[in-house]
């Protein structure tokens, strides 16, 4: 930032302007708000004082310690612009009596943006501090109330909001992005509750009596709008939901009483709002106030206000924001509501919900999709019949191919395929197999449609498939269409999608897929994924096999003996690919499955096989360790980072004789003419950047300490600090070292000639035949699940924490292999520490030694 590079200059321009502006805005809201709304032909005051507190609110983000001192004169200012505004916003917004007036050039100037402002305003100062003291009992009390008056839905909400159910259920939305007075002073209220508890909460608790009693005496009056500030008082309190549990929890836990009663507005208020179908706006929160804060009711209160979302739904009378409030109850309640209240009721909830598939569009289909996800996570879905789930994934994916774009949607659906397969129950697997599978095939291969994501909707459901039983009638369905689309697929989302399928079948049940047949060919269903693997490998374009690699290794790990054959050639080709990749994710999915092999006890049978590859007259270990060499910096992926530094350290303590003078590129030349020098274009393509050429083992030394440096993971983490426990929750690629034992005798019948010739193999010994067999005798067709596997919904690209590689304590691996190195100087290790940097030589040192500035010489 310039005030970074010239602090004197920013300084002095601070301390001579900002005065003189801040006092021109101190003059400006001092001056009575009402003379900018009443009694004069246009609002351009109030158009003045938005730019005016917008600028207070930019200062107060860059320069901060020059506002601290006047943020409470501007607050104070804020405040008694939003007492005094309101009622002429009441006037024209919220009953809509007269037009709002236009400004001098004949502009629109709506009030509702001045107040969003201010309101945006006093909670970034909340969340921010720098004026602690002026949010004391008076101030916090006075904002909170007038967060509730300017809550209050306005005459064009309400005609809005009758009419268009996506309008509606976009501002009920808890991701909402919309932009109103509502959604900040909601907003405002959170962001209290957080810097003041207590205080917030019984000042909450104050102003929603007070609004029930005053509403209750103006529909005793007449009042045709009482029911407003009812409706905004139950959705303010409902907006901060998760804060007020929160709230309330620490201040249970310090022992005082709860300074707000939401029980009693469940218990008294609520219920008699349920049956004022006149006033739908009203009766609609009641039901979402409820689902909101249904865990604080017992069970037969529940029971009975999501009997009455029932019915609701169930009728068919109702206006639009009725039935929109009881589909987001039915939600509320299936994340808030004990399994008791809901299982019993899930499949009239479902049949209801399903009614509305096929009848809803944009943001309210994504709600109904949303509220049947919900519904499925309850009790694992073992409330759903078999008849049921029939006529719901129908309804369910006709809806696909036209919202194909709404990735929200499409990523919901698939989570319901999912969980669907998921369902513990005879039958539910069968049933969703047989509607589900040939809608999406065809999908897959219709001429404009959307194969990737209707291949994406084929993986959700393949995460909810029981381990090891995707059945005959799964792959006769889809394996023909599948393979038939990638033979001919050009779409890079398409072929990663595809990719992805096709992984999550082998971790599936890779049994099923090398006991399929193709009609036209006769080969396995193993046979088409590697013919497929190998034409990837041979085309330019990488972006549709980025993730090839994971492919690769749970071929590896499951296929068992089947793959025996093929997996020279297959090898080779990938080491041949190396040399003309480009992309880092590519070459990361071209190493990583050797980095595996290596790490899983099979190190010299594949730096053997390496040694034997000619590629281009160099050797196929020249070319697989200087790519990995130059790329290991880049991967990414928890377990991808992991078991690269793993297999670093098994091949050098190899001390295999053919690493131990192989060059790879090392360390950046950094040129002494060009040091403090701008380099422009024209400097930088006169001095080319060039790289020292060091030793492998030179190398692989200098990336593990880096590793130790950073954990094998973003240097933030830092040596010696976040232990990798605390980065469990990373995403990474999933991870199984267990391979089975058992493998079909039919695994070693695959014809490899078509697959030898398509890799581009010239003809791999025999013995190396032999060699990959030793490596593969333990690995075969996985028949049982691990134990984090069980769980039919586990995310693929999770940890798996039963994983070897993730139960690794890196760090200590590290520091072992760095002493035990020392101790038996294992490849020339003495020699090697010697041409370290400095730095590189304080962290090896602090590895045998435990000192940061040791002086111990090795």
Known sequence: MVQDLHPESVNGAIASVFPVWLDAFKVLLNMDPRNDVENTPNWDGIAIKREVIKTIDTIRNGFPRVLKPHLPDFLTAALRH??????????????????????????????????????????????????????????VTALIAEVFRWAEMTTDDETEWAHDPNAFVAQESEESTSYSVRVAGFDLIDTLLDRTPALSLSTLQTNIERTVVESSQAKENGQQGWWRPLEAGLAAIGGVQSTIFESLDIEGRSGQPDPINVKQLLVDVVPNLLSLSEFPFLQGRAFVFASQFAKLLPSELAGNYLDAVIQVLESQDGSIPVKVSAILAAKGFCKNSGVSTIVPRAPRICKCIEGFVQITTADTLTLIQETLSALLSVQEGQWMTVQLAGSLIPATLNVMHKNIRDPVLMATISSILGQLAAVPIPGMYEVVISHAVPILCQAIVQPDGSPAAAIDQVCGLLEGAPQGKLGVNFMNTLAPCLFGAMKTMEDRDGIQAGISALTLIVKKDCRALVEWRDPSTGGSGLDCTLQLIATL???????????????????????????????????????????????????????????????????????????????????????????????????????????????????????????????????????PGTEGVIMTRSKTRAVPTQF????????????????????????????????????????????????????????????????TRMLGGHGVPPEMVGIVAEMAATPSMRSTPTQFERDPLYDTDGEDLSDPIYQVDLRDCIISFVRECATQNTSNFSAIVDKLTPEELMVARKAVTGEQNGSESF
């Open 82 to 139: 939003l007492t005094a505004l309101f009622p002429t916003y009441y006037h024209y917004y919220v009953l809509a009596e007269d037009s709002v007036p236009n400004s001098s050039e004949d502009e629109k100037i709506e009030l509702s943006q001045f107040a969003s402002s201010t309101l945006d305003l006093l909670a970034n100062v909340a969340r921010n501090g720098g004026a602690k003291t002026w949010f004391d009992q008076s101030n």
């Open 537 to 671: 490998l041979e085309t330019k374009d990488e972006s549709g096999s980025l993730f090839i690699g994971d492919l690769i290794i749970q071929i590896i790990r499951n296929a068992g003996d089947a793959i025996l054959p093929i997996l020279p050639e297959l090898l080779q080709a990938m080491v041949r690919r190396m040399t003309s990749a480009k992309t880092a994710t590519f070459v990361q999915s071209l190493v990583i499955p050797f980095a595996f092999l290596i790490h899983s006890g099979h190190r010299d049978t594949v730096l053997g096989l390496l040694e034997s590859f000619d590629v281009n007259g160099r050797s196929g270990l020249n070319v697989f360790i200087n790519t990995w060499c130059e790329n290991a910096e880049t991967f990414q992926g928890y377990w991808n980072t992991r078991v690269n530094s793993l297999a670093l350290i098994d091949v050098f303590v190899s001390q295999r004789s053919s690493l131990q003078n192989l060059l790879v590129k090392g360390d950046l030349i950094i040129d």
């Open 692 to 755: 020292t050429s060091i030793p492998f083992p030179l190398k692989a030394l200098k990336l593990l300490l880096h590793d130790l440096q950073t954990e094998g993971e973003p240097a933030s983490l830092g040596y010696m600090g976040i232990k990798e426990s605390d980065v469990a929750d990373l995403d990474s690629d999933d991870g199984d070292e267990e391979w089975d034992t058992e493998a079909t005798a039919e695994a070693l019948d695959v014809g490899s000639d078509d697959l």
